[in-house]
T-cell receptor
Framework: RKEVEQDPGPFNVPEGATVAFNCTYS??????FFWYRQDCRKEPKLLMS???SGNEDGRFTAQLNRASQYISLLIRDSKLSDSATYLC???????????FGSGTRLSIRP | DTGVSQDPRHKITKRGQNVTFRCDPI?????LYWYRQTLGQGPEFLTY????????KSRLLSDRFSAERPKGSFSTLEIQRTEQGDSAMYLC??????????????FGPGTRLTVL
């Protein structure tokens, strides 16, 4: 079993829709959580950190559920430019390696 | 451009040859990471440095792989006796170690290696 698991998708949704992804992690000692975005043939870029209290950045909302060991990403009013692969990232300590999920592909159609 | 840079961007080599990649991190960042990414997968951690010290290595980093960061600035990743299974995108990232808060990693554009 992978330490960080994501539904690979693809999610194909119309522009303006709301879409949500989940990511599960197996190590209860995990401490920090992130969502990264990766465009085709580009490097990953940080989308947002995920805090225990949940956090929002414009159309994006991230949630953390430590009891069930999953994090989620909600995208509201999706735009064509949101089409990308979304990578769930988990770390065990600030000095440790970070572990990427395999990513969820999102395609927004006009 | 003050981001992370990697060189070369593409490398095609024959099986059995040695290759070396370079990464220049963001100048004030003291941590540097190497990852490998294959199609349809997320990046897989290979190794990381804090300043010039190599603090952690993945089991993925076989004896054919070696990484250095001699002066705590740029880093090199060498693969000896390349195999076709080494074909992948090799990503470098850097971050600034913080005692609290996010340690956001900034990625370079990667070096795409093709082993024929």
């Amino acid at each position: 079993r992978k330490e960080v698991e994501q539904d690979p998708g693809p999610f194909n949704v119309p522009e303006g829709a709301t879409v949500a992804f989940n990511c599960t992690y197996s190590n209860s000692a995990s401490q920090s959580f992130f969502w990264y975005r990766q465009d085709c043939r580009k490097e990953p870029k940080l989308l947002m950190s995920v805090y225990s209290s949940g956090n929002e950045d414009g159309r994006f909302t991230a949630q953390l559920n430590r009891a069930s060991q999953y994090i989620s990403l909600l995208i509201r009013d999706s735009k064509l430019s949101d089409s990308a692969t979304y990578l769930c990232v988990v770390t065990r300590s600030s000095a440790s390696k970070i572990i990427f999920g395999s990513g969820t592909r999102l395609s927004i159609r006009p | 451009d003050t981001g992370v840079s990697q060189d070369p961007r593409h490398k095609i080599t024959k099986r059995g040859q040695n290759v070396t990649f370079r990464c220049d991190p963001i100048s004030e960042h003291n941590r540097l990471y190497w990852y490998r990414q294959t199609l349809g997968q997320g990046p897989e951690f290979l190794t990381y440095f804090q300043n010039e010290a190599q603090l952690e290595k993945s089991r993925l980093l076989s004896d054919r792989f070696s990484a250095e960061r001699p002066k705590g600035s740029f880093s090199t990743l060498e693969i000896q006796r390349t195999e076709q299974g080494d074909s992948a995108m090799y990503l470098c990232a850097s971050s600034l170690a913080r005692t609290s808060g996010s340690n956001e990693q900034f990625f370079g554009p990667g070096t795409r290696l093709t082993v024929l």
